[in-house]
């Protein structure tokens, strides 16, 4: 019972660290603006955690855990459709839940920021962010591959259409007026033409 409590109070402690970084910031969150939000004292706080630097990678790993081409593109359906239907659907996913997710989104540029000003120090930020951006090109590597895209164009293709996912995150993040789900659409069958 004791345990149960105590993953409930952990887990309000990460998602109240996720709205104050990305609503305050990193740097303006302080231990003790957590520590009233979850109305405990900041002392009681460091029994779930020793630091605000502890606090910061749990958050960091929590989010980016699940940022990640596989948690949009459902891999065992390219399988079963074709690629074009298969790069759509999962471009819907990802459109549909980061608008669904502008607090995340904006955690997401926060610890972007954050891993830049912290890579001379730590670059275990930074890989990670790399380690999620690889995960959508290796999936759009491969899913061209599958569509016998051109070997030589396989490479900018997949990165072209990162781009465009991370310009339609964007367009959501700043209210910008566009059919994402059209514009992806698009970009999809551009991107699969000879």
């Not at 960091?60 to 891999?75: C, H, I, R, T």
């Not at 955690?107 to 951006?133: C, G, H, P, Q, W």
Request: without cysteine; charged residues 30%.
């Amino acid at each position: 019972m004791t345990i149960r409590k105590g993953e409930e109070t952990y887990q309000k402690m990460i998602d109240v660290a996720i709205y104050y970084f990305a609503k305050d910031g990193i740097h303006k969150t302080s231990f003790s603006k957590i520590a009233e939000a979850l109305h405990m004292t900041k002392p009681s706080l460091y029994y779930y955690i020793e630091s605000k630097e502890e606090l910061i990678r749990k958050v960091f790993n929590y989010v980016l855990e699940d940022y990640k081409f596989s948690s949009y593109f459902d891999e065992e359906s390219l399988e079963i459709t074709s690629v074009e239907n298969y790069l759509i659907q999962g471009g819907n996913n990802f459109i549909e839940e980061t608008a669904e997710q502008s607090i995340i989104i904006d955690l997401l540029n926060e610890f972007t920021l954050y891993a830049n000003r912290m890579k001379a120090v730590d670059e275990s930020f930074i890989e990670k962010i790399e380690e999620s951006r690889l995960s959508f090109l290796n999936g759009f590597e491969h899913a061209l591959r599958v569509a016998k895209v051109e070997k030589s164009e396989i490479i900018l293709r997949a990165q072209t259409l990162a781009i465009m996912l991370d310009h339609i995150q964007q367009n959501q993040q700043m209210s910008i007026k566009t059919d994402e789900k059209k514009l992806w659409k698009h970009i999809v069958m551009q991107t699969l033409k000879s």
